[in-house]
């Protein structure tokens, strides 16, 4: 069965789509996370004027329901740009959605310490549930682009999403370790969540990067005010989780990468800007396309028309002439006919002249 695009809708509560070209988009899927406006309640009680203390509403993160819940037979329309990143409308909705993706504790565990070590098979199973939602690319290039673009942003909602945990739940000193794992979220898997408390209480890391701190000759200087990042190969980090890996330096977000050392490497403002206004240019070069075939398959179809039509006149002419000739063989066979019976017929013999009467032949002739 072929599937069709769905038509979402955008709404001010949950999805709304905005244009995505030089927003990143850790931003807009971060934003799923805020609270909503503040609503206050009072209340008189009968006995004084004792009213009641306002309350904080908040509408919690956004689950994006009208995705999750999309038709089987439907998937959502996913625009793209050179670099293979959602952009326009679909791109907010798109990252909030992978949001949601990442909070699932049965399809991302936060018993993982590092989205590295977490299970492949695991994150072949989101990239699934989004392909099974979205449209994605036939090109081998942009499938692949699209699906690593997807996974990182997974792993970074996942990381997320393990940071706000510590935030609301996770209470200073070593004593109140029990404490917080028989307080946890009520979604989160228990054995999941002990292992994460575990994690959050281990103070070996933390005293080795304040060991190596307290030495100056591992405190980075840099006069740099250009916005690019001060980083080294062998920094306390570094020396403490290990070497960096390809691709993305730990602690910096997108774009840096060990082979750059610095943020200059990253995509500039007008960088993006530029590879928008080709991709806008590119998306009216298609559009002008699809109209000029639209009508060619007009003109085409015109042409067709026009085709038949002379055949058809053509094919009346020659029953015309055929009619014709068929007419004027009948017409000469039937003359052939009316002279052969002329000839076959015998002369008509001559009847003799009436006798004249008497009284006529007394008559005197006139002079």
């Known amino acids: 069965m072929a599937r069709r695009k769905a038509n979402l809708r955008t709404r001010p509560k949950s999805v709304t789509l905005q244009s995505g070209g030089s ?17 206050v309640s009072t209340q008189v009680s009968t006995q004084g004027s004792d009213v009641q203390p306002a309350k904080r509403v908040t509408r919690g993160p956004n689950k994006y329901l009208e995705i999750w819940d999309l038709p089987d037979d439907q998937e959502i329309e996913l625009p793209l740009n050179s670099m293979y990143q959602p952009v326009d409308e679909g791109a907010r909705t ?49 499938y692949e682009g699209l699906k690593k673009f997807t996974l990182q942003k997974i792993g970074k909602a996942w990381r997320d999403h393990k940071c706000r945990l510590k935030a609301k739940y996770y209470i200073p000193h070593s004593r109140n370790k029990a404490r917080v794992k028989s307080n946890g979220p009520r979604k989160c898997i228990p054995e999941d969540w002990n292992i994460l408390v575990d994690h959050w209480y281990s103070d070996d890391a933390v005293d080795k990067m304040r060991e190596l701190l307290a030495d100056p000759e591992n405190q980075l200087q840099s006069s740099d005010t250009s916005g690019s990042i001060a980083w080294s190969r062998d920094d306390v980090f570094a020396k403490v989780m290990g070497k960096e890996h390809k691709g993305r330096i730990r602690g910096v977000g997108f774009g840096p990468t060990p082979s750059g050392q610095s943020s200059k490497t990253a995509l500039t403002d007008s960088e993006i800007r530029l590879s928008q206004a080709r991709d806008d240019e590119v998306a009216q070069l298609k559009a002008s396309l699809a109209t000029m075939e639209e009508k060619l398959a007009g003109f085409d179809e015109m042409k067709e028309k026009v085709s038949q039509f002379e055949e058809m006149e053509q094919r009346m002419e020659e029953r015309m002439e055929q009619r014709m000739e068929q007419r004027m063989a009948r017409l000469l066979q039937q003359m052939q006919q009316t002279t052969q019976c002329n000839q076959d017929l015998s002369p008509v013999e001559q009847s003799p002249p009436l006798p004249r009467s008497s009284a006529a032949s007394h008559q005197p002739r006139s002079l």
């Open 23 to 39: 927003q990143d988009a850790d931003e807009v899927g971060d934003q799923d996370m805020h609270d909503a406006s503040t609503q």
């Open 94 to 142: 798109f990252t909030g959605f992978l949001g949601t993706i990442a909070r699932k504790p049965h399809m991302c565990p936060i018993k993982y310490l590092d989205w590295k070590v977490m299970p492949e098979e695991l994150k072949e199973e989101c990239w699934r549930l989004v392909k099974r939602k979205y449209q994605v690319p036939d090109n081998p290039k942009a």
